[in-house]
């Protein structure tokens, strides 16, 4: 008998059993463990960018770049004690998504639209464009308002709202509060502006043609220009999405100049910048606008059919609210309040610069 047990041991003694199969460990790949890293922040954002689109749908005036980035940032504080997990979803849909929703932005504009508007239409652009950027500069440092935030303000202002603020942040690589900041700013300016415009254009006797490029040019995001051009006449709201299409493309020049002027500050500061003439060239253009431009050749070529273009465009849209929704969450609602009001005072002037050098503008071309 084995002293170890109570029954008789089989004839050869005990054998050893074979160990069970074990199924292979796979290791996850450096892309699979990001990406696992990116789900839950990631996650949160793509709900409230959903929500936040449906919300502008149903009220387009106010747009889903403004209720994604307040929806996060009034949630911010009560995910606080999740960032650190939350924390790599939300600074990839604030990276990678932003600027590939600025890619999508180019998919309905062509180069055929830029000699559509014509020689009327772009000297008003550029003139708004160039007085805006300088009275931010002027009047921001006279405000005492930070460098990123009057950039921010200035461009929003001058070019196309939150689709500029979205395009320059990486660019400058704004912090969170100055774009939260700065889109606020520019909603309740827009807001004003479907109020406000279509009166004035009644009062001075304005064209629909002459109406719709004044949308074009001073009102920001194209939910506003729609809302309040729409309400002078059919005619003023088709001139004005052209308008404000072409506007659009003046992200080009602003960003590619922001970036030399970063570079500049870079190495001011004495960062070490590496590589060849060419390749530094090739680094003053972030890779997101260079997809912008090839977009815009695609569809100059006729390439993008037009039923695909509205659902680009609902990509774009939903992407710019995830990616905003991401900013907000990152916000500190406290910095916002130290920050003050003098930021909402450069936008309210910039807006009252851009309203009249567009109707001296457009009083003096067309």
């Known amino acids: 008998m084995s002293p170890f047990c109570d029954f008789p041991a089989p004839p050869g003694g005990f054998r050893a059993q074979p160990e069970p199969m074990m199924a292979p460990v796979v290791e996850s790949t450096p892309v699979q463990a990001r990406l696992l890293r990116a789900a839950p922040g990631l996650a949160v954002a793509v709900g409230i960018g959903a929500v936040a689109t449906a919300a502008g749908t149903a009220w387009p005036v106010l747009g889903a770049p403004v209720f994604a980035v307040i929806a996060g940032a009034l949630l911010s504080p009560l995910l606080s004690r999740r960032r ?29 639209q830029v000699a559509e508007v014509g020689l009327t239409s ?30 921010l303000v200035g461009v929003g202002t001058a070019i196309c709202g939150a689709s500029a603020i979205a395009a320059v942040t990486p660019t400058i690589r704004a912090k969170n509060p100055d774009t939260t900041y700065a889109i606020s700013t520019i909603f309740l300016l827009n807001v004003a502006a479907v109020l406000v415009f279509p009166p004035i254009g009644h009062a001075l006797g304005l064209s629909q043609q002459a109406f719709g490029l004044f949308a074009g040019t001073a009102v920001n995001d194209t939910s506003s220009v729609v809302a309040a051009a729409a ?17 659009t493309l003046m992200i080009i020049p602003v960003v590619i100049g922001l970036s030399v002027l970063v ?7 004495g960062a070490i910048v590496r590589g060849g003439a060419a390749r530094r060239l090739l680094g003053l253009v972030p890779w997101f606008l260079i997809g912008f431009g090839v977009i815009v050749a695609v569809h100059s070529a006729g390439l993008i059919p037009a039923e695909s273009q509205g659902i680009i465009r609902s990509a774009a849209v939903f992407l710019i609210a ?33 309203t009249l050098s567009s109707l001296i503008l457009i009083s003096l071309t067309v």
Request: net charge positive; glycine share 12%.
């Open 122 to 151: 772009l000297p008003v652009m550029l003139g708004t464009l160039v007085f805006c950027l300088f009275l931010a500069w002027l009047v921001g440092r006279a405000l005492h308002v930070s460098r990123d935030l009057r950039t």
């Open 231 to 247: 309400s002078y006449g059919s005619a003023a709201a088709d001139h004005a999405v052209v308008v404000k299409l072409v506007r």
């Open 263 to 269: 570079r500049r500050r870079d190495r001011a500061d």
């Open 84 to 112: 650190p997990w939350l924390g790599p979803g939300i600074g990839f849909a604030k990276g990678r998504l932003l600027q590939l929703a600025v890619v999508l932005l180019g998919a309905p504009l062509s180069l055929q």
């Open 322 to 354: 995830t990616a905003l929704a991401a900013i907000g969450l990152s916000t500190d609602l406290g910095e916002l309040r130290r920050t003050g009001p003098r930021p909402l005072v450069l936008g309210l002037v910039l807006w009252v610069g851009v």
